[in-house]
């Protein structure tokens, strides 16, 4: 078993000094010669919003609301891994393991993680509650930054395994999106015999040949998503695939360009009509900043990327045989048809369009996210 010790998230004065005069002395670009933010974030929308973080966001109060959930830290497997592990006091409760991605972190399931562990007190049953776990995956946020190659996703798989065994959770369901989509099938696909179902809001699933000619519109609109990606999208995900420590000497040094380089995917990939805001309130994406400022882990979050890019998911095992259940938001990147998924999941008893939300449907939309949580492993019982 594992022995947790109790964590507290903590900024110095020091540190919060230095981000103040940072921010105050940053050397800004000349503007974008376009009106949008089709060459990135704009100047004088990230101007603004800097002005917001260093006059008015207070981050002494948001730090003491993230500390409201229970903090913990343990090594596995030779790594120091921060998580929060939030028990119910329901009996019918069962474990749930919750992944996030880049660029996320534990802050986007903070107004889920209530909604699971206590379903009555915002109109559920008590049968539906969860343990939840929420690890920060190495190398993010208070999780240790691995020191040697290997810690790809299936490791981070195996990893995460080990963490909820080492809790004392025999069984567990796991979910997860981006990266801890593809960590959550890693670990659906181990099937080392404690994870029981899976459930994703992402499904990393490759089109056939023979869909280039479909005329069915799922797969039409999935594969014109795949090629604007490609085409206009996929930048960031070459550069950290291939150079992280390259790119990671700027974002270390300059908080408004680790702003910048998190929020143009918050525009880019949520349900927001254009402006991040419309999705997610703006201290609420500062929390999530911050999270990656002050554990300098721009670099350390990006090696993932240099780790397990390009790399088969599911290896030589074959589709995941485990219940799989898929929640299908419609501002997510690629909204992969269901046989695209069937290709990576064999087993799919969940399959659901939701109404609203997109690439951080955590985040974006916490009730819709808890419901479908319950939804799928509520029918595991």
Same mark, same amino acid.
């Given at each position: ?12 004065? %020091?540190?919060? #000094? ?35 973080? %260093?006059?008015?966001? /207070? ?28 028990? @119910?006091?329901?009996?019918? %409760? ?83 999106? /981006? ?6 099938? +890693? ?24 869909? @280039? ?19 206009? /999208? ?24 680790? %702003? ?11 349900? +927001? ?10 201290? !609420? ?9 002050? @554990?300098? @882990? ?8 240099? !780790? ?23 501002? !997510? ?21 939701? !109404? ?22 509520? #029918?595991?019982?």
């Amino acid at each position: 078993m594992l022995q947790p010790t109790p964590f507290q998230i903590h900024a110095t004065d %020091a540190d919060l #000094a230095d981000l103040r005069d940072r921010l105050t002395r940053t050397r800004w670009p000349d503007p974008q010669v376009v009106t949008d933010w089709s060459q990135g974030t704009p100047l004088a929308y990230l101007q603004e919003f800097t002005a917001h973080w %260093a006059r008015n966001y /207070d981050w002494r109060a948001r730090e003491r609301a993230l500390n409201a959930l229970p903090h913990w830290r343990a090594e596995v497997e030779g790594l120091g891994l921060h998580f929060v592990h939030a028990r @119910s006091a329901h009996p019918e %409760a069962r474990p749930l393991l919750l992944l996030h991605g880049w660029p996320g972190s534990f802050v986007e399931f903070r107004r889920v993680i209530p909604r699971l562990v206590d379903p009555v007190a915002h109109g559920g049953r008590a049968e539906d509650a969860f343990h939840v776990v929420v690890p920060s995956l190495p190398g993010f946020g208070f999780s240790d930054k691995p020191r040697s190659p290997g810690f790809g996703a299936h490791r981070i798989a195996a990893q995460m395994d080990a963490l909820m065994r080492g809790l004392g959770y025999g069984h567990y369901g796991v979910q997860g999106g /981006d990266w801890g989509s593809v960590i959550a099938t +890693c670990i659906a696909a181990q099937n080392l015999g404690a994870c029981t179902a899976v459930h994703v809001n992402m499904v990393r699933a490759m089109p056939g040949p023979e869909d @280039s000619q479909s005329t069915d519109p799922a797969t039409r609109r999935a594969l014109q998503q795949a090629q604007a990606y490609q085409d206009w /999208d996929s930048g960031y995900a070459k550069q950290q695939a291939t150079r992280p420590q390259t790119l990671g000497y700027a974002l270390a040094d300059s908080p408004v360009g680790q %702003a910048a380089w998190i929020l143009e995917k918050f525009w880019r990939w949520s349900d +927001c009509d254009g402006l991040p805001e419309n999705a997610i309130a703006r201290d !609420e994406l500062l929390d999530n900043i911050m999270i990656y400022w002050l @554990s300098n @882990s721009a670099t350390s979050s990006a090696r993932l990327y240099w !780790e397990s890019f390009g790399k088969p998911i599911l290896d030589d095992t074959g589709p995941v045989t485990l219940p799989a259940g898929v929640s299908v938001f419609p501002a !997510e990147i690629i909204q992969s048809p269901r046989h695209w998924a069937d290709k990576s999941f064999s087993n799919i008893t969940y399959w659901n369009n939701c !109404e609203r939300g997109g690439h951080f449907a955590a985040f974006e939309q916490p009730e819709i996210f808890a419901r479908e949580i319950t939804a799928f492993f509520g #029918a595991q019982c």
